[in-house]
């Protein structure tokens, strides 16, 4: 906003429009920070949950290292991404990845010369995968919502402690200049009114 305004009653009148526009806009931007707090808080609990899976997990399987070292297989081939299905969901204007299913490869066991663990290993690689996985797109969102949420944070602060204060104190500013401007005006007027009256009392 400017800092020299012009106190008229157009400027008075655009003022009033600009406050009303800040005064309904404020609560949906306090709203929206509400709200992304809320799904930021969700996501971040996902996030620990996962890396406490994962650590989980890669503990219990250390004592699989000396049996993985073996060239029976490759387990890296047991358990190979095909493709990872997502969807797109808004929330409070950001648009984040919703995950949905992984698919692993086909992969064809000779089950004659497949030693009994690799089963079990193969599942836990499955489910390792799937946590890593949703641990990444929930790091994207959660970066995501963050920078959304800054930005209304910044918004809401603005509003409420610059442009409407500012606007506020520009109208009061303004109604204050034009009511001495009104009353000066009807003073000048009555004065003139009685030097006509004294004149024609002379005459």
Do not use: H
């Amino acid at each position: 906003m400017a800092d020299r305004i012009l106190m008229n009653k157009n400027t008075l009148a655009a003022l009033k429009i600009e406050l009303k526009e800040y005064l309904t806009a404020l609560p949906v931007f306090e709203m929206k920070e509400q709200q992304l707090k809320e799904v930021v808080r969700t996501i971040e609990n996902n996030i620990v949950r996962l890396n406490k899976a994962i650590s989980a997990t890669n503990e219990q399987t250390k004592i699989w290292v000396a049996v993985m070292a073996e060239d029976t297989i490759n387990l890296s081939e047991i358990a190979k991404v095909d493709r990872t299905i997502t969807k797109k969901q808004e929330i409070a204007g950001v648009t984040i990845e919703v995950f949905e299913d992984i698919v692993f490869e086909d992969l064809e066991v000779d089950l004659f010369n497949t030693p009994l663990w690799v089963d079990t290993a193969a599942e836990v690689i499955r489910e390792q995968k799937t946590n890593r996985t949703l641990l990444q797109i929930e790091e994207r969102n959660l970066e995501l919502l963050w920078e959304e949420l800054a930005e209304a944070r910044r918004m809401k602060n603005a509003l409420k402690e610059v442009f409407i204060p500012e606007t506020n104190d520009n109208i009061r500013k303004i109604e204050i200049y034009l009511g001495d401007v009104e009353r000066l005006a009807i003073g000048c007027a009555k004065l003139v009114k009685k030097k006509k009256e004294e004149k024609m009392v002379i005459i």
